[in-house]
């Protein structure tokens, strides 16, 4: 573990296991820590789906076992205008967003930042699987993944800038999931056993359609196959992903032969959105030529060096759950407000809205939100 000087350091508590062994790690170094526990969503304080209060009650029995102060603060409007408003603008827009980069650059390392600053810290720390090295040649803060490669979640992160990686402190980052659970165990930590969060924070554990139903305007339309033949009716747009294979309600079409990208029992997949139609355009078998993509354009750019990586050979993420590809990167524009990525082997389902995000080697090196994709 890297050693700091002592300093007031404010970690956000969430209630999990990860953000509890980091405040009990930066405590054992000397620090002088504060916990906050965060609240961004309110809508459904009174339902079965919203944890919050039970995470607060978790949080704050962590921060007595630890012996830390921990603070509540509301982040629920903050969250509302800067994440909410914005996930709902791209869903309606046909496109499949990721609420937890947007969080974590507005909330977690904006107001919460912001807040902890106010509150006299000299950084801040989070549960997050990254790094955080500052260069020694160039000065420049580099965001590297963290050591547990199941459970790096520096993808989520990369639109941090050098502001907020020069503040920002991830000690379970230099640690595997299995010791995290070790030393919370060991120490005694109330949640020590507690299961992972999972899904997108203000949604939960609820069904998705439902949640979005209450939000977004929807117009049912025809499903069609590739080629054109309709094989049944879509709900709405905006409550399907490229590569989703549930809940399509269609089954295969029974005819001799089998069908391009598939045999007649594959399975279906959303493979495009055609929204001046309103019609989902859907495929058979997961290699379907529809589905793979060999090159994706990116808008909304973020670097975390302050500036665009020399073209070159890279690798990249279009989705969190998987391997770095190899890719070659070009920058569209003089601002570097949009680049291009072109795969050595072709990326499955590909969607606008999410993250391309880009390393070189364990350097995380900021990323865009896919605009498109293209063979």
């Not at 974590?104 to 990254?130: P, S, V």
């Not at 999972?198 to 439902?210: A, K, L, S």
């Amino acid at each position: 573990m890297t050693a700091f000087p002592k300093q007031r350091v404010v970690v956000g508590l969430s209630g999990g296991v990860d953000s509890a062994v980091t405040a009990h790690l930066l405590k054992q170094q000397g620090h002088e820590v504060v916990g906050i526990f965060m609240k961004n969503w309110e809508d459904d304080d009174d339902s079965e789906y919203c944890s919050s209060n039970i995470d607060f009650v978790d949080a704050a029995a962590v921060a007595d076992v630890i012996g830390i102060e921990i603070e509540h603060v509301n982040f629920a409007a903050d969250y509302k205008d800067r994440v909410f408003a914005e996930f709902l603008r791209e869903y309606q827009a046909g496109r499949t967003p990721n609420p937890d980069v947007l969080c974590n650059a507005e909330i977690k390392f904006k107001a919460f930042l912001d807040h902890a600053m106010r509150l006299g810290a000299e950084k801040i720390a989070t549960g997050h699987y990254a790094r955080v090295r500052q260069n020694e040649s160039s000065g420049l803060f580099e965001l590297l993944k963290g050591l547990d490669p199941s459970k790096d979640q520096s993808y989520f992160l990369h639109r941090l800038n050098q502001a907020q990686l020069s503040k920002t402190l991830f000690p379970v980052g230099e640690l595997h999931k299995t010791e995290v659970r070790r030393i919370a165990e060991e120490i005694g930590l109330p949640n020590a056993k507690k299961k992972d969060s999972t899904g997108i924070c203000f949604i939960g554990e609820r069904p998705f359609r439902e949640f979005l139903n209450r939000y977004i305007s929807h117009e049912p339309g025809p499903i069609q196959d590739d080629r054109g033949r309709t094989l049944g009716k879509h709900v709405g747009l905006s409550f399907y992903t490229l590569g989703q294979r549930q809940g399509l309600g269609i089954g295969g079409i029974k005819e001799k032969g089998a069908q391009r990208g598939g045999g007649e029992h594959e399975p279906w997949f959303v493979a495009r959105k055609d929204l001046a139609k309103n019609t989902l355009r859907v495929v058979q078998g997961h290699d379907h030529p529809w589905l793979l993509s060999h090159q994706l354009s990116a808008q909304d750019v973020s670097w975390t060096a302050g500036h665009a990586p020399t073209p070159g050979a890279y690798a990249a993420k279009t989705r969190y759950r998987q391997q770095d590809a190899a890719c070659g990167l070009s920058v569209t524009s003089a601002a570097a407000q949009g680049f291009e990525l072109r795969f050595e082997e072709a990326q499955w389902a590909v969607t606008p809205g999410q993250s391309a995000v880009l390393y070189d080697g364990e350097v995380c090196l900021g990323g865009g939100v896919i605009a498109g994709a293209s063979d």
